[in-house]
């Protein structure tokens, strides 16, 4: 399972593409995992994630609130959320629901994210970037 996890990150999450598979190696130990099922609740506004939440199957619903009341972003294979609290921290800013059954989402915990961004600094600045897209994306 963790060389599979490995593999997934560094070919499917776009911040983490920078890693070489050796500094992925080092914290895939750690990853946790959860399957849910469709409308089961990962995430809720205003909560302090505690991980770095990646889907790895299946599909989320990100619902944020924007100026004209809530906006749903859907998350596929490959999409991150919980990274906020991480580099922020402040609390989440969606609420997270799967929308499929089966979904599956890896975690890595916060103490394994922090070991990422010693190892590769510009993962902070890469992740500012997103929410900045993101916030933009849903006003």
């Known amino acids: 399972m963790p060389f599979?996890?490995?593999?997934?990150?560094?070919?499917?999450?776009?911040?983490?593409?920078?890693?070489?598979?050796?500094?992925?190696?080092?914290?895939?130990?750690?990853?946790?995992?959860?399957?849910y099922k469709s409308g089961q609740t990962i995430l809720l506004r205003g909560q302090i994630s505690n991980g770095f939440y990646i889907v790895k199957k299946g599909k989320v619903a990100a619902s944020y609130k924007g100026k004209a009341g809530n906006v749903q972003v859907e998350l596929k294979p490959g999409d991150f959320f919980g990274e906020l609290s991480l580099i922020e921290?402040?609390?989440?800013?969606?609420?997270?629901?799967?929308t499929e059954d089966d979904t599956e989402v890896m975690t890595i915990p916060s103490e394994s994210f922090r070991k990422l961004l010693e190892m590769q600094p510009l993962l902070?600045?890469?992740?500012?970037?997103?929410?900045?897209?993101?916030?933009?994306?849903?006003?």
Do not use: G, Y
Not at 7 to 34: G, H
Not at 89 to 98: G, M
Not at 124 to 139: C, D, G, H, S, Y
């Open 89 to 98: 921290d402040a609390t989440n800013d969606a609420s997270i629901k799967a």
């Open 4 to 35: 599979d996890d490995t593999s997934f990150l560094k070919k499917s999450v776009d911040v983490l593409s920078f890693f070489n598979e050796e500094q992925l190696r080092r914290i895939t130990p750690d990853i946790e995992r959860a399957s």
């Open 124 to 139: 902070k600045q890469t992740l500012f970037q997103k929410v900045n897209e993101r916030r933009k994306a849903i006003q």
